[in-house]
């Protein structure tokens, strides 16, 4: 089939490239966000997408919404039969998603319809489930709503970030879509809606959503470093200055009020709810990262200080 692909974050790259290596489907044109600004000098740079698509000798197209007449024009012109989305970022409306004649082919990194929208491996890891997948279903206009073509499954580790699981659920869903996009073109795959049972909903972690609860349990307040590792990266204060964390270890010892801290000779300790957490690495603003008994050294908390 002649394709074009929507997508642009590190995780979409293995779908891509998956499909680039394809001896049945041709790429003939990718969709991503504009060029953004990064660093100090401001300067434009690529998606990663993007930039895998500059590599391959493929057009990219950037439009700054989907419902754009020039895109649209140019959409049609390219004439695809099926539009493969992986966390492309941008509203896909009705004019856009009537252009390929087989349809838009989200590949989500959930079991639908476990965890719709933008963060689902994050809400995952947080709710603690211990099993999660990702899928491929006909795009709608409704917010990962469409029937489902077909689904892989992945064990959540009991030290998972959303990084790791993330880079994994990418490889496994890339296999899934590419056969997904096979089995439209034989003719031998159709999808089938959601149950109505089993709904959930994931929205965009927010930097006040990374702040680590220390009034929650011990293993809550795991999930949430975890979950949120490595964006937007978890944090907490400390003589009112920001600190972001790495993952922590639960150490089912008492003794420890919310947020106190006890610095012991290889370890630092943080009261939560429940057991304290042992802290792995953290990083102070405009520092490296660095071991918590590191900087433990270096500031010499006084006894009753904790993080809030």
Known sequence: MRVVFAGTPEPALPSLRRLLDSGRHEVVAVVTRPDAPVGRSRTPQRSPVGALADEAGIEVLTPHKASEPTFLERLAGLAPDCCPVVAYGNLLRREALDV??????????????????????????????????????????????????????????????????????????????????????????????????????????????????????????????????????????????????????????????????????????????????ALGDLQPGGKKPMPAVDWARGVRPESGERFR
């Open 100 to 277: 390929p004649r087989h349809g838009w082919v989200n590949l989500h990194f959930s079991l639908l319809p476990a965890w719709r929208g933008a963060a689902p491996v994050q809400a995952a890891i947080r709710a603690g489930d211990e099993i999660t997948g990702a899928s491929t279903f006909a795009l709608e206009e409704g917010m990962d709503t469409g029937p489902v073509y077909g689904t892989v499954t992945e064990e959540i580790g009991r030290h998972d970030t959303s990084g790791v699981l993330l880079e994994r659920l990418a490889t496994s869903g890339a296999a899934l879509l590419e056969h997904t996009l096979d089995g439209i073109e034989d003719g031998e795959l159709a999808p089938v809606p959601q149950p109505a049972d089993g709904v959930s909903y994931a929205p965009k972690i927010t930097v006040d959503d990374a702040r680590v609860p220390w009034t929650h349990p011990a293993p809550a307040v795991d999930r949430l470093v975890r979950a949120v590792t490595p964006a937007p990266g978890a944090w907490t204060t400390f003589r009112d200055a920001r600190l972001k964390l790495g993952p922590v270890l639960t150490t089912g010892e008492g003794g420890l009020e919310p947020g106190s801290i006890r610095v012991e000779r290889t370890r630092v300790l943080v009261g939560t709810a429940g057991a304290a957490v």
